[in-house]
């Protein structure tokens, strides 16, 4: 027992990390004898010894989540079934629960982030969890909203009581900014509608960090009905929440958030290039609801931050235009900006972007162009262009192929069509002349 102890607290202040890895990994092989003995170790009245033992312990919880993570018939994930230790990390929830009332701060925040990767698993200690909200540490606070979000539909229980509390009103920012995240996990599992008013009302947090949180989530949970309040955001006075907005809205998408097309338009011309990047993508997730703004986008390809101009070349290929003269716009701006940039970003991001139009037959009048482009840069330094070149023109020749063979179908049903008229129309003279002898006879008949 006491070696198991000793090797737990070597594996996490050895100085080697080496003997810290190799040592955890014994620890994780013979969880199903070391667990019970480091929850034993949680009551231990030295506190060096509870931290570590919780440490090995959140390891080990670590290392199974993992493990089941991996695809069914994956050997590791079959070895560890059938030695029946992928359950040993489970059975230390009830100390984990008691460790969350340690006198030590560092033990109960590592005994929530143990929960935390316990997930649904650690729904009995949903009370302690609770409970542990009033923590007077915020670091504690912190670790249990994070845990909390991990519980699924079982932390339900939590929204009605401490968690809406914790996101709007707790004095520390890493707290509602934890909150916010535990919100967005659980808001996928009870209902957006649940968790949408408080984080609508998290936007207007006096800290930028939460004001970020709360977009992220809104974006992540799709939240509709915050599209306003998202669009309000665009013009905030912290550059990485006006970026977080305009992401939220490229995931909400759809005519809701086309409908504040205008005022996410403009942030093309913020003065950040992270809000200019994080536009282009929310435009090009927009699809045929930019497609209005396709000029304009096109037109950015001359921004000095090549970032942005990745962005900008991957979204053009994603505006869903059909008429050929407007789809010419995007194309011009990629031949002529995008595939002779001097960053090999862009170009690989041009030249995907042709290719993803012709195979999507969207090239046009443009055509000839862009096949003559893409030969060049059949000629380019970096691999990658050379081979989405070589894509595009098989695409382009497909097309061609496709469009020959489809004319000649229609000409050879054409040809068939008028033959099978001039058929009719003979048959038809010929029932005229017989109709017209038989009246020639009838009248021979009838003066004779």
């Known amino acids: ?89 489970f059975s230390a929830v009830p100390a984990l629960q008691y460790a969350l009332s340690d006198s030590d701060r560092f033990v109960r925040r590592v005994a929530a982030r143990s929960l935390e990767r316990l997930g649904g698993r650690a729904a009995i200690a949903l009370p302690a969890l609770l409970a542990a909200l009033d923590d007077p540490e915020e670091e504690v606070r912190a670790a249990v909203a994070t845990a909390l979000g991990q519980l699924g539909s079982l932390g339900e229980e939590a929204l009605p009581t401490r968690l809406f509390f914790l996101a709007s009103e707790d004095p520390v920012e890493r707290v509602r900014v934890a909150a916010c995240t535990a919100l967005r996990q659980l808001g996928t599992t009870v209902g957006v509608g649940r968790v949408e008013p408080v984080l609508v009302a998290c936007l207007e947090d006096s800290s930028a960090e939460v004001r970020s949180a709360a977009a992220k ?120 900006r995008g595939i002779t940039d001097f960053e090999i970003e862009v170009r690989v991001a041009s030249a995907e972007s042709l290719r993803d139009l012709a195979r999507l037959d969207q090239l046009g009048p443009m055509l000839d162009p862009v096949k003559q482009a893409m030969t060049v840069r059949l000629k380019d330094e970096c691999p990658l262009v050379v081979h989405s070149a070589s894509d595009c023109l098989k695409a382009i020749s497909m097309r061609v192929e496709s469009s020959e063979t489809e004319k000649k179908k229609k000409k050879r049903r054409s040809k068939s069509k008028g033959e099978s008229d001039d058929d009719e129309s003979g048959s038809e003279n010929e029932l005229d002349l017989k109709e017209f002898a038989r009246m020639v006879s009838s009248l021979s008949r009838q003066q004779s």
Request: proline residues 3%; glycine residues 4%; positive net charge.
């Open 217 to 336: 989530a809104l974006g992540m949970l799709a939240a509709v009905s915050a599209v306003p309040q998202l669009a309000v955001h665009l013009a905030d006075s912290e550059a990485h929440v006006r970026a977080t907005a305009a992401c939220a809205l490229g995931q909400i998408g759809g005519v809701e958030s086309a409908n504040v097309l205008s005022q996410l338009t403009l942030c093309l011309k913020d003065k950040d290039p992270a809000v200019r990047k994080a536009t282009a993508i929310a435009l090009g997730r927009l699809g045929c609801h930019a497609a209005p703004v396709a000029l304009t986008l096109s037109e950015c390809m001359k921004d000095t931050d090549s970032h942005v101009r990745e962005a900008i070349a991957r979204s053009l290929s994603q505006l869903g235009m059909t008429e050929s003269m407007a789809q010419a716009v995007p194309i011009k701006a990629l031949l002529k």
């Open 1 to 89: 027992m006491l070696l198991f102890i000793h090797a737990a607290i070597v594996a996490e202040e050895h100085s080697d990390s080496a003997v810290r890895y190799r040592l955890s990994l014994l620890l994780d092989a013979h969880s199903d004898v070391v667990v019970p003995i480091l929850c034993a170790a949680l009551r231990d009245p030295r506190r060096r010894v509870r931290l570590n033992a919780c440490k090995a312990i959140m390891n080990i919880v670590s290392q199974t989540t993992c493990v089941e993570a991996l695809p069914d018939g994956s050997l590791y994930r079959r070895q560890r079934e059938e030695s029946q230790r992928s359950h040993a990390a």
